[in-house]
């Protein structure tokens, strides 16, 4: 099946600090590609969508130049968490919608951030 | 209203057990409805996902969608320590309004 792989599961950076979050589609191309955030026990929460060769859209109330979004090729999207602080802490996941034409995703296995 | 309303548990069951997990949801636009499976720290995975109303059936997991009453079930029978995890349900409006909606998820504890 389709796989999207998500690089780093885990990073602790410094208060202050960017960290770049990068999704991958492995063996198929993504145009879409999906950034969710996840706090704990709670649900997945669409941050962005992330469209090759164009601008994110992101959803309501994320804030566009926190949260960077670049989509240069068809199987690559990565997320930048400019200027980090601990509230944004969290787990990022990364989807994509699966190829074979239904209306499942896979999505790649979150990156946990730690902001100290 | 929450467009899709799930309750977080835990859900605690002996192995064995048939596990029964819901989700209700508030639109009649929504047209698809998925369930995935997440372990901790781990990024979804799709179980199953269907059209229609009715029942549709992988060995061990039935997903079941009643439209009418806007009202899905994740049914596992014969339930394994490896089931151990968060269900989330995912529902959608298809066509150019792909991007589904999740539910909060439930987590799913079956005991030896």
């Known amino acids: 099946g389709a796989v999207v792989s998500q690089h780093p599961s885990r990073v602790i950076c410094k208060s202050g600090t960017s960290v770049k979050i990068e999704c991958r589609s492995l063996d198929f191309q993504a145009t879409t590609m999906f950034w969710y955030r996840q706090f704990p026990k709670q649900s997945l929460m669409l941050m962005a969508t992330s469209n090759e060769g164009s601008k994110a859209t992101y959803e309501q109330g994320v804030e566009k130049d926190k949260f960077l979004i670049n989509h240069a090729s068809l199987t690559l999207s990565t997320l930048t968490v400019a200027s980090a602080h601990p509230e944004d802490s969290s787990f990022y996941i990364c989807s994509a919608r699966d190829p074979d034409g239904s209306y499942g995703y896979t999505f790649g296995s979150g990156t946990r951030l730690t902001v100290v | 209203q929450k467009e899709v309303e799930q309750d977080p548990g835990p859900l605690s069951v002996p192995e064995g057990a048939i596990v029964s997990l819901n989700c209700t949801y508030s639109?009649?636009?929504?047209?698809?409805f998925m369930w995935y499976r997440q372990y901790s720290r781990k990024g979804p995975e799709l179980l199953m996902y269907?059209?229609?109303?009715g029942n549709k059936e992988d060995g061990r997991f039935t997903a079941q969608v009643d439209k009418s009453s806007k009202y899905i079930s994740l049914f596992i029978r014969d339930s394994q320590p490896s089931d151990s995890a968060t269900y989330l349900c995912a529902i959608g409006k298809g066509g150019g309004s792909y991007i589904p909606t999740f539910g909060r998820g439930t987590s799913l504890i079956v005991h030896p």
């Open positions: 269907t059209y229609s109303s």
């Open positions: 639109n009649s636009a929504f047209q698809y």
